[in-house]
């Protein structure tokens, strides 16, 4: 069961981001040749010809390329494995002299088109967000206990204390400040926090104590939601798509500045077990809590899924942007063969990378 939510938690979000890529393809007059649900074969075709709707079951490629009464329209496929989805533009890696051809489009209605994708994953995130926030509140940055001894304690902080910044960073949701005290390790450096006590603002400088080997404040926080009315839940929607960017952002300068090594990462098997022990750990706490940790896994892998295809990496949605930005500013396009070129490369590694990954996801599971 685990393993269906996670698949359709997977098909969703793809599917979405190529949705985002077919309304503006549509929205521009680009040729969209099909759009399809899954991969492999197709088992069931619809397309709307001149003489009516048209439903095929099991169609082979050859048949799907050839059938005269399908050539420059849309078809809508169900595929067979229920992971995916695509969006099959006309003349988008190919030349193409029709004028609905991708490529043959203006520069800024191509990036229009290449960014909906990444842009729909973040507003799938936020939508989501809206129902996790109204189901179970934002989790309010107060100060759940403190230690006694420890430089919290002894700069004055007292058990309901709101923290709003630290070190100038303004914080919204408590897991804000896991994740600054994660990608910013404590020192003897002092630590400036802003916080708010019976409405009223007041900053403290704590001096973190040595305690074996490491640095400590002496303090916990969260364990408290509190529900929102509907411009609060605007904001922390909004909050809880921020979090999850900068989450995963700050995940992949880890991974670039060696911090985290790189079989630490997590692919589609991986993120498979992910979701099956949040599901399984929220079973405990009832329907609602089940439903409240699925809708927290799709944000985060939605609002990654954006992330990753923005970076700059041939054969993603961003390694196309940095090619369509350089012919927006020089005013003509790089030869089409050398960019189909590049992106082939960042394909090919890519996918080894992919497989690397995979290899990581099945030895930890061994």
Excluded at 193 to 211: C, D, L, S
Excluded at 268 to 287: C, E, Q, R, T
Excluded at 341 to 350: C, I
Aim: proline share 4%.
């Amino acid at each position: 069961m685990n393993i269906v939510i996670a698949v359709l938690i997977f098909t969703v979000i793809i599917v979405i981001h190529e949705l985002g890529h077919f309304l503006l393809a549509k929205k521009n007059g680009v040729g969209v040749i099909e759009f399809s649900v899954g991969m492999g074969p197709r088992i069931i075709t619809l397309a709307k010809t001149k003489t009516g709707l048209k439903t095929v079951f099991f169609i082979s490629q050859d048949k799907f390329e050839q059938r005269e009464d399908w050539k420059d329209i849309t078809k809508y496929s169900w595929k067979l494995f229920p992971i995916g989805g695509s969006c099959m533009m006309l003349g988008e890696d190919e030349a193409n002299p029709s004028p609905d051809a991708f490529n043959n489009k203006g520069v800024w209605a191509r990036i229009s088109v290449i960014f909906a994708g990444p842009l729909f994953n973040f507003i799938l995130a936020f939508v989501l967000s809206l129902f996790i926030v109204g189901l179970a509140g934002y989790d309010k940055p107060v100060i759940s206990q403190l230690e006694p001894g420890f430089p919290m304690e002894e700069a004055g902080f007292l058990v309901g204390d709101e923290i709003t910044a630290i070190n100038g960073k303004h914080i919204f949701i408590s897991r804000e400040i896991s994740n600054i005290m994660q990608f910013n390790p404590l020192s003897g450096k002092p630590v400036e926090i802003t916080y708010v006590r019976n409405g009223e603002k007041a900053v403290a400088q704590v001096v973190p104590k040595e305690v074996e080997g490491g640095y400590r404040l002496g303090f916990g926080y969260g364990g408290s939601y509190e529900k929102t009315g509907p411009a609060g839940l605007v904001k922390y929607g909004l909050i809880e798509v921020k979090y999850w960017i900068e989450l995963t952002i700050e995940s992949l300068g880890q991974l670039i500045t060696g911090k985290v090594s790189a079989k630490e990462v997590a692919g589609p098997v991986g993120i498979v077990g992910m979701v099956g022990n949040a599901v399984d750990a929220g079973k405990s706490y009832g329907l609602l809590n089940v439903i409240a940790v699925i809708l927290r896994m799709s944000i985060l892998i939605s609002a990654n899924l954006g992330v990753m295809n923005l970076l700059p990496i041939p054969a993603l949605d961003g390694g196309r942007l940095v090619f369509l930005l350089i012919e927006a500013f020089r005013g003509r396009p790089i030869d089409r063969e050398k960019e189909g070129m590049v992106h082939f490369a960042g394909l090919v590694v890519l996918m080894l990378f992919m497989v690397f990954v995979m290899y990581n996801d099945i030895t930890r599971l061994l």
